[in-house]
């Protein structure tokens, strides 16, 4: 752990890798307001710990921090911007900058962010034309800004350089931590963190991402339909009585590790693939036999959405030939009872509270 300044920093790597799970949409710096708040420029400002992995002498994986890093390299770019072609010293302070700090060899970028923000950014820095969906994102937005208060607030290239001088990180190096189980863990709390890419990533490592690719075209047709499945799939797994859908990707990798020490991982993410087409068939009612058919239609008449946890469970039974057709559609109708009466009542009945008279009638038949 050492206290570095982020713009020598910058200076002294050749390449900065972000994660593939880290994006750029949100958290992004605006230094020029930092500036503001000290006309002097006597204070250090301490933009607190950046994690990285060092990947050779001049190498770095980042593991938190990019948003500041991104938010840097922005603010440098819009001084490049903003002073061309105004005086020869200003065009030779450009060519320093984007020597040292945006580039490396003069040609390629030396920050590598995740393909979708990476195509982004380049654009930006090389100048390229940007779609109006481009200037929309978060990226493009803080260079606006930054372009503005340079032009509106008169700031001079050298009053900014004094600033950037007292910016300063505290570098922690995570050589021998997990990357990604380090990226959660600082940012579990923050609901930045897209779930669904975090397991993606885990799935990956797994050599297994093609099928999850599969389920993800196959079953889940409109947005959100995977997080219903991945919560509903695990209130049955781990018995939760409420589902925290900000810790998924913790019950994923739970869930996954936990069945790999029974079972390769190309048999589980195929079980979970059945699981998956089984839900697909709950939520739109896909089922060739009339009377489950419309059992089925019946319960989402009366909004029983808390149910299809249950219902999953009891589906895959039915589907693996543990319990019979004839007690499965007694289930689904004793559910649908159910819900007629908490909807004609007005009353918000527990549904656990039928959960053990339905597991009798499965034990007993």
Partial sequence: ??????????????????????????????????????EQFTRSIDLGLVYMHQRSMDQYTIIDGLSRIVSLSLLLH???????????????AIKTIRSKYL?????????HLN?????????????ERLSGHEKSKPMFVLLHNFWTQIKEEKLQAANIFKM?????????????????????RINKNNRKINQITMIENYLNDKNVLNVWEDIKTSYFIE??????????????KFNYKQFNS??????????????????????????????????YNILYVNFKNEDIR????????????????????????????????????????????????????????????LVQYLNAIISFK
Wanted: hydrophobic residues 40%; contains cysteine; charged residues 25%.
């Fill in 223 to 236: 947005k959100g339909d995977i997080e219903l499945f991945l919560k509903d799939f695990f209130i049955t």
């Fill in 115 to 127: 393909p979708e923000d990476e195509d982004l950014y380049s654009k930006i820095i090389n100048g």
């Fill in 246 to 279: 900000e810790r998924l990707y913790e019950s994923f990798v739970n869930y996954f590790e936990t069945m790999l020490q029974y079972m390769p991982a190309a048999t589980l993410i195929n079980n979970i693939k059945r699981s998956a087409m089984l839900y």
């Fill in 294 to 353: 419309h059992a089925f239609i019946n319960i989402k008449r009366h909004n029983g959405a808390d149910t299809f946890a249950y219902i999953l469970n009891v589906y895959e039974d039915f589907y693996t030939g543990s319990i019979s057709e004839a007690i499965f559609l007694e289930i689904l109708n004793t559910i649908d009872e159910y819900l007629k009466n908490r909807q004609n009542s007005g009353k918000n009945i527990d549904f656990n509270e």
């Fill in 164 to 184: 950037l001088q007292k910016i300063n990180i505290t570098l922690i190096e995570t050589d021998d931590v997990p990357k990604r189980d380090l990226y959660y």
């Fill in 103 to 111: 580039f490396k060899n003069n040609s390629k970028l030396k920050l």
């Fill in 1 to 38: 752990m050492e206290v570095v300044n982020l713009l020598k920093f910058l200076n002294n790597v050749n390449d900065l890798y972000a994660l593939e799970i880290a994006k750029c949409n949100r958290d992004l710096v605006n230094f020029l307001d930092l500036m503001t708040e000290d």
């Fill in 78 to 92: 819009a001084i490049c911007e903003c002073y061309k072609r105004t005086t020869e010293q200003n065009e030779q």
